[in-house]
C-alpha cells in the first residue's frame, strides 16, 4: 500500500462517518418537527374551552404562545438545517477528494 491509498481508505472512513451524522440529523429534524407540532397542539388542547364555560385563555393569549412555540421552534430547526447543510457540504467534498485520488492512482 502507498501513501496514496492510505489517503484514500482515510478519506472513505470519513465519509462514512459524515454520512452517519448526515443520516441522524436528518432524523433529528422529522422527530423534531412532529414534537412540535405535538407540543403546539397539547398547549392549545390544555388551554382550550373544553367545558363550554369559557376558555382560560383568551385569543391574544393563543397568539402569545403561538409566537414563543414558533420561535422555539424556528431557533431550533435553524441549528440543524444549518448542521445538516454543513454535513453534505463535508460529503460532498469528500466525495470529490476520493474521485480525484482514485484518478490519480489509474494514472
Do not use: C, W
Request: no cysteine.
Amino acid at each position: 500500500m502507498n501513501e496514496n491509498d492510505l489517503k484514500n481508505i482515510e478519506l472513505q472512513i470519513k465519509l462514512k462517518q459524515l454520512e452517519e451524522e448526515y443520516r441522524l440529523a436528518r432524523s433529528g429534524l422529522k422527530i423534531g418537527s412532529i414534537t412540535a407540532l405535538v407540543a403546539i397542539v397539547a398547549v392549545i388542547f390544555s388551554f382550550s374551552p373544553l367545558t363550554g364555560k369559557g376558555g382560560v385563555l383568551t385569543g391574544v393569549h393563543y397568539v402569545l404562545i403561538a409566537l414563543i412555540v414558533a420561535g422555539g421552534i424556528i431557533v431550533y430547526f435553524s441549528f440543524v438545517f444549518r448542521r445538516v447543510a454543513k454535513v453534505r457540504m463535508e460529503i460532498s467534498k469528500t466525495k470529490t477528494l476520493i474521485e480525484m485520488g482514485s484518478e490519480n492512482n489509474t494514472e
